[in-house]
């Protein structure tokens, strides 16, 4: 996921809200990419569901969606897997109102850095106490490839993306909402599965809303 940023942890109960954003203010147009409010919601509600709380008065629920790739599918397997895709959708009940976003996020290696930094800091302690000359090589080396390591997790932080695609569900009441999506979670096994849902928990949900809000976010961050 995205890089958490101090700006999401200082978030009060959980609940985010973009700041409102005038685009008729010519001051405020080189901020256009921070403040946009993309998913016109006003946070997140108090329940173990987390739904968001929208604009309009309707509640929604934000989940990743996986898919299966076709490319090195046998034709008729694909065919299967796209009918099985207009099948789901044509089984949800008439007038649900569904959304879909699909972003792109630099690679985050920050867990994956911290472990590496970790285990450079006990070799190098271990060199620092061994009078062993065949030892003092062998840690040397270790610490050759732990740096080219770490090197390499830099780069792809710098250089590589990640794809997400989130769908967004609507309901008039939250009953209608757990009701939908219930519909939702069935629908999408049948045949193939074509697709794939996965529950955010709030956190993740926090996460996805700011990055969805600020995609040059995470560039911001990375040129402090």
């Known amino acids: 996921m995205p890089l958490v940023s101090e700006n999401i942890k200082k978030i009060q109960n959980k609940i985010f809200e973009p700041k409102p954003f005038d685009f008729k203010d010519p001051k ?6 921070t403040n946009l409010d993309f998913v016109g919601y006003k946070g997140l509600t108090r329940d173990i569901h987390s739904y968001l709380a929208m604009k309009n008065g309707w509640f929604a629920q934000l989940v990743l969606m996986r898919g299966h790739g076709v490319k090195n599918l046998t034709s008729g397997l694909s065919n299967e897997l796209v009918k099985d895709a207009g099948d789901f959708f044509k089984s949800l009940p008439q007038g649900t109102n569904i959304s879909f976003f699909a972003y792109s996020f630099r690679v985050n290696t920050q867990s994956q850095q911290a472990d590496w930094q970790r285990t450079k800091q006990r070799v190098e302690e271990e060199l620092k ?10 840690l040397k080396r270790r610490l ?16 590589l993306w990640n794809r997400e695609y989130l769908m967004e569900v609507f309901g008039r009441t939250k009953g209608a909402l757990e009701n939908t999506m219930k519909t939702v979670k069935t629908s999408s096994e049948h045949g193939t599965g074509p697709f794939k849902f996965d529950e955010l928990n709030t956190e993740q949900k926090v996460q996805r809303l700011y990055t969805l809000n600020n995609p040059a976010g995470y560039l911001a961050e990375k040129d402090q």
């Open 129 to 138: 106490h061994t009078n062993d000359e065949r030892k003092i090589r062998q």
């Open 144 to 159: 050759v490839m732990i740096n080219d390591e770490l090197r390499m997790q830099k780069r792809a932080e710098k250089h």
């Open 28 to 33: 405020k147009a080189q901020k256009a990419f």
